[in-house]
């Protein structure tokens, strides 16, 4: 009796001891900060000025309006690129919620060079891009650039939400009407788009064997819903699963599949800098009827043990919020999210260009690509993760 409990106060004390050490990530400890990568607010692509609307000669958060050419910013979702360290992004064509006539729909390809412990620049670098267009004419209603003979989509046709790559495509989920566009990999419009009757679009996946797009849509009260849109017979299938949000302000900012039955959920209110109180991610089985979401990690609460949140090399507003550790990322809008291996996450903020104030309360936010180790492994589908090895 006295050797197992010797033996038991020794697990106690050794658990404690391991806790309380730095860069120690167990299931009992917060998420773990390990990279960290920014696009700045100001960043530009080629392309007619952006932002008229706006105002002329003005400045807003400390971006001057309108943009000269086309603002890099608003993405909300990510993909892996065809190579280690390379990211696919969509952007949103939308300033802060605001649709916009002259911001162009397109998809980026960016190598983050991650600021880790001891390596990485902490850069963000665009290397191609596609604008996203309708010249075929697949889509009925008026656009803004319909007369043209590249018919280029804008923020004020649709408002892309979330991207899945099948094959050589893309579907874009958009929310302004609902519906789902697809695109050939140089972002021309290969169909009329499906609309989406059902609710509020919060988010899009695709199945490990690409055969079926999992659409979660918001019905009203706290609930939302799943369907499975099966590509081959193009029909929908309602899934068992119904989320529950925790509280009746928050949404779901972005999901993901990692299987063929789990998905990740980014879930928040819309909150930011200081007044952000939500933001969180859940793991969720969407095919066995349970309502149970499991934490990942609290994206206000992430430990941060070496410092990277911090280093100099990024140049910090001198106001910047939630750099310390914790580290906070308490951004209004988080729709991005993607795994990088078995225990570690990407995610990237709709900056909601020129008018996101989430990290400092005086200056526009850029793009902050942020990796966080979870609290405890994910399975997540081979499938899912061959272009990031």
Known sequence: MNTRRAAFVLGVLVTALLVSLPGVVSAQTRA????????????????PPAGVALGKGALINGVKIPFDSQPVGSITAILPGAYPGTWVALTSGQFGGQSSADFQLRIYVFELSFRRVGSGTGEVV????QILADPNGYVSKPLVNGDSKTRYLTGADFSPRAMSRVGNSYWVAEEMTPALLRFDAYGKLLEP???????RLQGMGVTPNESALIIA???????????????????????????????????????????NDEAMIIELDSGENRRAAFKKVFLINLRNGSSAKTPLADLLNVEDPNGIAVDPIFNNARDAFGLSNPFKYPYRSIAAIYPSDEQSIVIANNNLVPYGLGRSASTADGTEYIQVQLTQPISVDPAFLRPLR
């Open 32 to 47: 773990q900060l390990t990279g960290r990568a920014i696009l700045p607010s100001n960043y530009l692509n080629d392309g």
């Open 126 to 129: 665009q290397l191609d891009r």
């Open 193 to 199: 788009p499906i609309a989406l009757d059902g609710g």
């Open 217 to 259: 849509q918001h019905n009203g009260g706290r609930g939302i819903t799943f369907r499975a849109f099966n590509l081959t017979t193009r029909s929908f299938e309602a899934l068992a699963t119904t989320y529950n949000l925790d509280r009746d302000a928050d949404q779901v900012g972005g999901m993901t599949m990692i299987n």
